[in-house]
C-alpha cells in the first residue's frame, strides 16, 4: 500500500477512535396485530403501525446518528408490498421507530436493524478505543 493510501486509511479511522457505536434488531411482527394510524383513507386505506420505542444500552453524551434498515421480511405474495420506516423523536438516550405498512399488503413479519453511532470524545473505553454496544 502506498503512503497516500496509508494516510487516507489513517484518516478515515480517526474520528472512530472516539465513537460510540450501538446496534440492534427491533421485530415489529405480524401486521394485524398492528394499531390503524388514522392517517387520510383517501390517501393511505388502512394504514397501520407498530410503533416501538428503543432505548440505548449506553446514554451518549449528544444525539447520536441512527440509521435502520430491513433485517428481514415475510410478505403475502398475492398483494403488493408496500411498507415504510419512520425514524422519529432521536435523543441521547433512544429512539422511536414505527413500521408502517397500507392497503391491502400482508406483512407476516418485518424485523429492522439499526445503528446509531457518535463522535464524542467522552465515549471511548479505558484503552480509547471504540466502545461497541449491542
Given at each position: 500500500?502506498?503512503?497516500?493510501?496509508?494516510?487516507?486509511?489513517?484518516?478515515?479511522?480517526?474520528?472512530?477512535?472516539?465513537?460510540?457505536?450501538q446496534?440492534?434488531?427491533?421485530?415489529?411482527g405480524n401486521d394485524h396485530h398492528w394499531?390503524?394510524?388514522?392517517?387520510?383513507?383517501?390517501?393511505?386505506?388502512?394504514?397501520?403501525?407498530s410503533v416501538n420505542n428503543?432505548?440505548?444500552?449506553?446514554?451518549?453524551t449528544s444525539t447520536p446518528a441512527v440509521t435502520v434498515s430491513v433485517h428481514q421480511l415475510d410478505t403475502d405474495r398475492f398483494q403488493n408490498l408496500r411498507y415504510?420506516?419512520?425514524?422519529?423523536?432521536?435523543?441521547t438516550t433512544g429512539f422511536k421507530?414505527?413500521?408502517v405498512t397500507w392497503?391491502?399488503?400482508g406483512i407476516y413479519s418485518l424485523?429492522?436493524?439499526?445503528?446509531?453511532?457518535?463522535?464524542?470524545?467522552?465515549?471511548?473505553d479505558s484503552d480509547g478505543g471504540i466502545v461497541v454496544a449491542k
Open positions: 500500500m502506498n503512503s497516500i493510501m496509508k494516510g487516507f486509511f489513517l484518516v478515515c479511522l480517526l474520528p472512530l477512535t472516539s465513537a460510540l457505536i446496534e440492534g434488531i427491533i421485530r415489529c394499531r390503524l394510524t388514522g392517517y387520510d383513507p383517501t390517501i393511505r386505506l388502512n394504514e397501520r403501525e428503543i432505548k440505548f444500552p449506553i446514554p451518549y415504510e420506516l419512520r425514524l422519529t423523536s432521536v435523543t421507530l414505527s413500521c392497503h391491502h399488503t424485523n429492522v436493524r439499526w445503528v446509531s453511532l457518535s463522535d464524542s470524545a467522552q465515549q471511548i
